[in-house]
């Protein structure tokens, strides 16, 4: 006598109705994993750069300025909007935008377009060779569908030191 062997037409449609469940369930938690995720990448990207130019400054003892760059050639775009890229360079001259001559250590391109960064009208942020900047900044970096506290702050205090915090949605 032949046996068969395979699957059920009914194991098969309870099988596909388990995959249906758990789908429609992890969909949703994957989208704000992922938009998570990237607001993690471009906050730690962002600290990082501050913390080199600031490092560069004190380890150099010279004035390092980071600025928006629509370009990543200058300090160009919008008055605060840093989510187009940032150039951070010694400014040797004082006068705010990068020279001929004057070294630039980092560029960083523009972040995805789904993630914005404002600077609240910061355009510069400039380190002192003590590394302090005189002033405070706020930047607020918020993914594109923001739900609730998803969005991130970045505070730095005047002695160059940035600080994360989580906030909601705008």
Wanted: charge should be negative; glycine fraction near 8%.
């Amino acid at each position: 006598m032949k046996t068969h062997t395979g699957f059920t037409l009914i194991e098969l449609m309870v099988t596909l109705a388990v995959a249906v469940i758990l789908v429609t369930v992890a969909a949703p938690q994957l989208g704000q994993f992922l938009r998570k995720n990237e607001v993690a990448a471009h906050t730690n990207a962002f600290v990082r750069a501050l913390n080199n130019a600031r490092s560069i400054a004190v380890s150099d003892n010279r004035t390092i300025t980071m600025c928006q760059s629509a370009d990543q050639q200058d300090c160009s775009g919008n008055a605060g909007n840093w989510g187009k890229g940032w150039v951070v360079w010694e400014d040797t001259n004082g006068n705010g935008s990068v020279d001929s001559g004057e070294q630039i250590f980092e560029v960083h391109v523009a972040l995805s377009d789904n993630t914005a960064l404002d600077g609240n009208g910061s355009t510069a942020i400039t380190f002192n060779p003590s590394g302090l900047t005189g002033t405070s900044f706020t930047f607020d970096l918020t993914p594109a569908n923001c739900t609730d506290k998803e969005a991130r702050r970045i505070s730095i205090n005047a002695a160059g030191q940035p600080r994360l915090t989580d906030t909601a949605c705008p």
